[in-house]
DNA sequence: TGGCTTCATTTTGTATACAAAATTGATGTT
DNA sequence: AACATCAATTTTGTATACAAAATGAAGCCA
């Protein structure tokens, strides 16, 4: 698929709707309907939304159909449970291999999260907490962690709890976490690591599921 | 893609030589070729192709065209971590959660394992190898860490590596490792599933390179 | 030779036509 | 009212046509 084509615009655009929950979840997607709606031929929709199912955010009915995957209170938690295996796993390996100036991205990751808040920019800040952990993920040097954690749409359903923290509380104890779990790196304590990031995770999906 | 279609019957046919390595790593698909080569229009072998795309098995070339995605000494290393971290993970979740009859369930396939290669069956043998893998997997709970697990192709991998047992040595090590997992699944001590774990899965991979 | 242009050929991108299947909704029956 | 039936309509599956782009070979000139 040509980042040029027309089949790629559409799969471009329905991804983008899907990830920020546009498209409710369940709802089914007509081939007509969308070729229409972006003014392009059903072929190209097809094609998006074939590649969507390959990447799960799409699924097919069993009596045809394509439908947006949909996301419940279990995956939720299923969620958590992934982003804590995979980020502790690649903290085992980014101890290992961890080189100083790698250190001092994540400080500066740490440093722009703090300058952000203190400016009042919130959004910025999510998006400075969804870099530092996958940038942990990067730092792990496993190209295929690396997808997986990427494809797995963590990001953006990271990017989406974001919008949970409301009180500045919150912001200042993802700060202090995250500098717990750098400063565990620099100290190459995996297990301190571990149980830090175990503390910040939990404490995040309970903020999530305070909300919602 | 309704599982009657045309499509899908390309889709399978394309994934099965793929992940079978009948198809070179590199190589190019042509859709027209192959669409004459399997009798169906150039559509449905296009559909099929892009739905691997979305699965990663293909990409697409800088200038287009399809190509099989290529498999790196590296790639080697890289899946073996992977696969500790995510089969790690599940032990966590598998040994807080197990029952009586799960339990019970891992022991059959470790006594199918011993007799099949007691009976010569090696094939066997190794699907059984990998059934034991995937079923920790399965008994975590966790639906999504089993789409990441079975998507990303571990289990193939696996098989394949499964060809590299040539030594009736390699087979009893196997036995023996998995029941040493499974005691420590009985006992619910983790520390010890992960350090056992980590012997067989190391052991997997140096008999891997040792043939190739 | 080595690099450039040109043009024929191959391959891909997109739309559309038509057949097959699923859905809808009206109708009649119990 | 509940249900089955069937025709009308919508939606999908597949092939094909044609335009656009990429590829590659032949020839040209310095």
């Known amino acids: 698929m040509k980042p040029s084509s027309l089949s790629h615009k559409v799969y471009l655009e329905l991804r983008k709707k899907i ?11 007509k081939e007509d309907e969308w070729a229409q709606k972006m003014d ?22 069993k009596r045809g159909g394509y439908f947006i995957k949909s996301m419940t209170v279990e995956d939720v938690k299923e969620i958590r449970e992934i982003r804590e295996i ?29 300058s952000m808040v203190e400016g009042g920019y919130l959004g910025g800040a999510c ?12 730092l792990s040097g496993n ?30 104890l993802t700060d202090k976490e995250h500098r717990e779990i750098l400063d565990s790196i620099k100290k190459r304590d995996f297990n301190l690591a571990e ?18």
């Open 86 to 114: 995979l980020e502790t796993g690649a903290l085992r390996l980014v101890i290992e291999r961890i080189s100083d100036e790698e250190i001092a991205e994540l400080e500066t990751i740490c440093n722009d999260f703090t």
């Open 19 to 29: 990830l920020s929950n546009q498209l409710v979840s369940g709802m089914r997607l």
């Open 195 to 212: 149980r830090t990031l175990h503390k910040h995770l939990i404490r995040g999906e309970l903020t999530a599921l305070d909300i919602s």
């Open 127 to 138: 998006e400075a907490d969804v870099k530092f952990h996958e940038t942990i993920i990067e």
């Open 40 to 61: 392009v031929s059903r072929t190209a929709v097809r094609e998006a939304l074939t590649r969507l199912l390959g990447e799960d955010l799409v699924e097919f009915g």
């Open 143 to 172: 190209e295929k962690l690396k997808d997986i954690y990427l494809h797995s749409n963590i990001p953006l359903f990271h990017l989406k709890l974001g919008q949970s923290m409301t009180h500045m509380d919150d912001y200042e």
